[in-house]
């Protein structure tokens, strides 16, 4: 083995024993991420699969309740953990829910464009004034 090689391999072994090196796992042990502390150099392209009830605590006759539809949610910056809500079997109203939040999400987006409008067309109007400006010299 080479200097070169065993220093690498020295270098590697140091980051990973001084908490320089990270990986996350989900809960079935898949890789999820990769990199330094906070940076990941590597991310799954594929969310976690959905935990199950009595992997989240629920009792055996708690978790027979519950059935149907499961609603994901990604995770909204900083957190990094997917939101899993679970119905159950009798009145199950996950597509209710996803309608709702889709349109929440959409008012959301109009009114930032409400609020953007103004702002963008005062830029430009700006723009505009000093380009004229710069053409009168």
Do not use: H
Request: contains cysteine; charged residues 20%.
């Amino acid at each position: 083995m080479t200097r070169t090689k065993l220093a690498a391999l020295v270098l590697v072994c140091a980051c990973a024993f001084s908490a320089c090196f990270q990986w996350t796992e989900d809960s079935q042990g898949n890789l999820q991420s990769v990199g330094l502390p906070g940076v990941p150099i590597w991310k799954s392209s594929t969310p976690p699969p959905a935990l199950t009830p009595t992997e989240l605590g629920f009792t055996p006759e708690e978790a027979a309740k519950v059935g149907g539809l499961v609603l994901v949610e990604p995770p909204t910056p900083p957190a990094r953990a997917y939101r899993y809500r679970y119905y159950s079997a009798a009145n199950n109203n996950c597509q209710t829910d996803l309608k709702k939040l889709l349109a929440a999400r959409e008012q959301n987006r109009k009114l930032a464009d409400e609020e953007i409008q103004p702002l963008f067309e005062a830029y430009l109007a700006e723009i505009t004034r000093m380009a004229e400006a710069v053409d009168k010299l």
